[in-house]
């Protein structure tokens, strides 16, 4: 990123600001046969907002239980120390007890075995399925407390992007600024 685009960055709002550094990251993502393998294609910089973002928007939509249901598990596992490198050390804090707590509340569920289909499933039926296991296992998990902890918490991280976007500026490629 050239130092006028920097300048530019530093007067949009956070979410231009990712409309504008994000989508060769997403994109990197996107074109590899697994997120771990895309993010694997980036710059240090670059992993970590990307894995700073997607912990953001999605606990912010749906929280952690959204997070752990949706993010790959190696993803996961690389989010505490991105945060850190970040600066949002609170943050990493509470992910890390909510793996803590997502590992406890796994080891107390019954193991239990899917029903076999005596004929093959349609995508409907399918996606159905997936909804109704999503659903029951967010009734029964016990996220709410580290969510609206993040909620108080998220508030800060556009300034600490932004900072992170400033300190490693030439590991991005910026779209559609002059």
């Not at 004929?119 to 998990?141: M, Q, T, V, Y």
């Amino acid at each position: 990123m050239s130092p006028e685009q920097l300048t530019i960055l530093q007067q949009l709002s956070p979410d231009e600001v990712i409309d504008a550094v994000m989508p060769p990251i997403w994109e990197a993502i996107d074109a590899a046969s697994t997120p771990a393998e895309g993010l694997g294609t980036l710059t240090r910089p670059a992993q970590v907002l990307y894995l700073a973002l997607t912990l953001e928007h999605q606990v912010l939509n749906g929280g952690f239980h959204q997070f752990l249901w949706n993010v790959d598990d190696e993803l996961v596992q690389l989010t505490g120390p991105a945060l850190r490198e970040l600066g949002a050390e609170l943050a990493a804090d509470l992910l890390a007890d909510v793996l803590v707590a997502a590992d406890e509340h796994m080891a107390a569920q019954p193991a239990s075995t899917p029903p076999v289909a005596a004929e093959p499933l349609s995508e409907e039926e399918i996606h159905r399925r997936i909804l109704e296991a999503f659903s029951k296992s967010a009734k029964s998990a016990p996220f709410d407390p580290f969510d609206a902890a993040f909620v108080d918490l998220a508030d800060d991280l556009p300034a600490l992007r932004m900072n992170w976007l400033r300190t490693h500026a030439e590991c991005f490629e910026v779209r559609g600024l002059a």
